[in-house]
C-alpha cells in the first residue's frame, strides 16, 4: 500500500466510527424522547438514519477490506450486488435529506411571512408600533437563522455527493481516464455525509443535545446510586464483623 492508500484507509476507519457512534446515538434519542418521535420529520430522520447505517455496516467495511487487498472483495456478482446497495442507499439518502431540507423550509420560512400580510395600521391597531418592530426584528433573526440552515444542507450535500456523482456519470464515457486515488477519495467524501448528516440534521439541535444530556445524567445517576448503595452495604458488613470481633 502507497501513502495514499494508507491515508484513505484511515480515513474510512474514522468514518466508520463517527457514522456508526453518532446515527446510534440519533436511533437512541429518537427511542428515548416521545416528542422527538411525534414530530412530522422524524419519518425521514429516522429513514436517513437506517440508510447510514446500513452504509456504514455493509458498504464501507467493503471500500476498506478492497483499498486494504488492492481488489473488490468477491466475484462479479457480488461486486454489482455492492454497487447496487451502495447506489440504493446513497439515493435514498439523497431523497431523505431532500425531504428533510424541504420540511424544514416550510416549517421555518412560511410563519415567517405573516409580518409581509400584515398592514402597519393593524399592527398599530392590535400591538403597537413598538410591538410590531420587536416582531419583525425577530422574524429577520429568525430568517437568517433559517438561510443558515438550509445554506448548511445544501452547502454539506453539494460538498460530500457533488464529486461522486459526476465521477460516476464520467465513468460511463471509457474514454475518460479517471485516476483510482481520485475515485477513492469521491467515494470518501459521500461516506462521510453518512458521518455528518447526524450532527447537521439532528444532534446539533436544541432538543437532542438535551435528551443526550438527559441520558448521560440518567446513567450517571445510576451509577452513582449503585456506587453510593454498595458502600452503604459496605459500611454496614464492617459495623457488623466490627461488632462480632468485640462480642465475648
Known amino acids: ?74 466475484g462479479q456478482g457480488f461486486c454489482q450486488t455492492v454497487g447496487f446497495l451502495d447506489t440504493f442507499l446513497t439515493t435514498n439518502s439523497m431523497l431523505s435529506m431532500a425531504a428533510l431540507s424541504i420540511d424544514r423550509w416550510i416549517a421555518v420560512v412560511f410563519p415567517l411571512s405573516y409580518h409581509s400580510k400584515m398592514r402597519h395600521r393593524d399592527a398599530a391597531l392590535v400591538l403597537g408600533y413598538t410591538v410590531r418592530q420587536r416582531c419583525l426584528e425577530e422574524q429577520k433573526r429568525r430568517r437568517q437563522r433559517a438561510t443558515k440552515k438550509i445554506s448548511t444542507f445544501i452547502g454539506s450535500f453539494v460538498l460530500c455527493f457533488a464529486p461522486y456523482v459526476i465521477t460516476r456519470i464520467v465513468e460511463l464515457f471509457p474514454v475518460v481516464p479517471i485516476d483510482s486515488h481520485w475515485g477513492v477519495a469521491s467515494k470518501c467524501l459521500a461516506y462521510s455525509k453518512a458521518a455528518c448528516d447526524p450532527f447537521v440534521y439532528s444532534l446539533l439541535r436544541h432538543q437532542y443535545r438535551k435528551t ?37
Request: net charge positive; with cysteine; proline share 5%.
Open 212 to 248: 443526550c444530556s438527559d441520558i448521560i445524567n440518567r446513567i450517571l445517576k445510576r451509577s452513582s446510586l449503585n456506587t453510593s448503595g454498595r458502600r452503604r452495604e459496605n459500611g454496614r458488613n464492617n459495623v457488623i464483623h466490627t461488632a462480632e470481633g468485640t462480642l465475648p
Open 1 to 74: 500500500m502507497d501513502t495514499a492508500e494508507v491515508i484513505f484507509s484511515l480515513l474510512v476507519v474514522v468514518i466508520i466510527i463517527v457514522s456508526l457512534l453518532s446515527n446510534v446515538l440519533v436511533l437512541i434519542c429518537f427511542l428515548y424522547n416521545p416528542e422527538i418521535r411525534k414530530q412530522v420529520p422524524a419519518l425521514f430522520t429516522l429513514n436517513l438514519t437506517f440508510c447510514n447505517l446500513l452504509l456504514t455496516v455493509s458498504n464501507m467495511p467493503l471500500t476498506l477490506v478492497g483499498l486494504v487487498n488492492k481488489g473488490q472483495p468477491g
